[in-house]
Structure formats: C-alpha cells, structure tokens
C-alpha cells in the first residue's frame, strides 16, 4: 500500500456509514504493525462538515467526506483491500491534517 490509497472498510458496524479508509502514512513506515488513516464518510453522514477540516473527494465516483478529526491509527491487518489513490489530491489532505494540528 502506498500513501494516499483508499482502502475498503473491513468493519462491519461502521462500514455502511465509514465506507473507506485513507492511509496518509509515509511509506518509510511500512514495517510498522500499525497504519495512519483518515476515514471516509458517506456524503449524508455528516450533515455539517467543517470548513477546511473536512474537504470533500472523489471515491470512484462518489463524493465522500474526508473526517480528518477522526484521524487514527489502526492495525495493518484491519484494512481492506486497496480501491483508489487520492495522490491527486496531496495538496487538499495534507493541508486539512495541518489545519487540524496547527489550526492554521
């Protein structure tokens, strides 16, 4: 898996509304048991994204929500199997990840 891939959601309980899952860990990282990830919410699970915090992207298709404020490490093991890559869109999740460490 590379940096900015999507992968499926392997949780059943949050997989309906969390569909997909964002590494945004480097690459160097790799032999770390452990993945950084952003979730991908379903457009009509968040009523009121924040401005800047959670910008919208494109999943084959679909617009999901980036829920950098839910931001998490969760074992390797957990995700499922790669279905896009947002690199296209570096520029917009790294500066929502630095919004939300340094509020600016």
């Known amino acids: 898996m590379a940096r900015f891939d999507v992968c499926k959601n392997r949780d059943r309980r949050s997989a309906t509304a969390l569909p997909y899952l964002l590494l945004v860990q480097h690459d160097l990282f790799d032999d770390l048991a452990t993945r950084m990830v952003i979730p991908l919410a379903r457009r009509k699970a968040v009523p009121k994204p924040l401005t800047g ?15 950098t ?34 509020g600016a």
């Open 53 to 67: 915090l959670h910008p919208l992207v494109d999943v084959l298709g679909d617009k999901v929500v980036l829920l």
């Open 69 to 102: 404020t839910e931001m998490a490490g969760v074992p390797a093991s957990a995700l499922g199997p790669v279905v896009a890559s947002l690199a296209a869109d570096r520029a917009v999740i790294v500066a929502a990840i630095d919004f939300l460490i340094s």
